[in-house]
């Protein structure tokens, strides 16, 4: 996919992130959003059509993406393509979640892995959160397994927070 920095002169050429949802273009600097013109270039969305969905960052899925694309891109890259999410979470039909739970998917456990030994951990794990929300017990009972067992765990509610998280783990 084709990336575009965001037009503003003040955001210093931002990379603009794609929202999953609404297919816009969204600068985390300037905080508006982006469509992509008949020119292939960066257009200022019309203020005065209202957003279809919670704005980007809201949802523990959004944050989770941000944090992904910025891994694919940030000074760690080649260690970070091994941050992984099992995709444990989510809205499934009463045959998937049977067969998941035979192929061994656990309720529960974290967002994001990142199995590299620093920091005096045996591995990285974030939990994300939105601003408001909750662990469950499941979540709080790995929590406590993994940092019985060595590992750096973290509860994250923001892009920022995942990243200097991640960053401080392998500085």
């Not at 939105?130 to 590992?151: A, H, M, V, Y």
Request: hydrophobic letters at 30%.
């Amino acid at each position: 996919m084709k990336s575009y920095t965001c037009p503003m002169p003040s955001c210093n050429k931002q990379r603009l992130l794609r929202d999953s949802i609404t297919k816009e273009f969204i600068c985390y600097s300037c905080k508006k959003a982006y469509i992509i013109d008949r020119n292939n270039k960066p257009t200022l969305k019309d203020p005065m059509v209202k957003p279809k969905v919670k704005p980007r960052g809201t949802e523990e899925s959004d944050i989770q993406q941000a944090v992904i694309e910025w891994a694919e891109v940030c000074k760690y890259k080649d260690i970070l393509k091994h941050l992984h999410h099992s995709p444990n979470g989510g809205a499934r039909s009463e045959s998937e979640g049977a067969r998941f739970k035979r192929e061994g998917v656990k309720a529960g456990y974290p967002d994001l892995v990142l199995n590299v030994s620093r920091q005096g951990y045996n591995g990285l794990f974030i939990e994300m959160k939105t601003p408001k929300g909750r662990l469950s017990k499941k979540q709080k009972e790995w929590r406590d397994f993994l940092i019985n067992e060595g590992n750096s765990w973290h509860l994250c509610r923001s892009f920022d927070e995942a990243r200097k998280v991640i960053e401080w783990y392998l500085d």
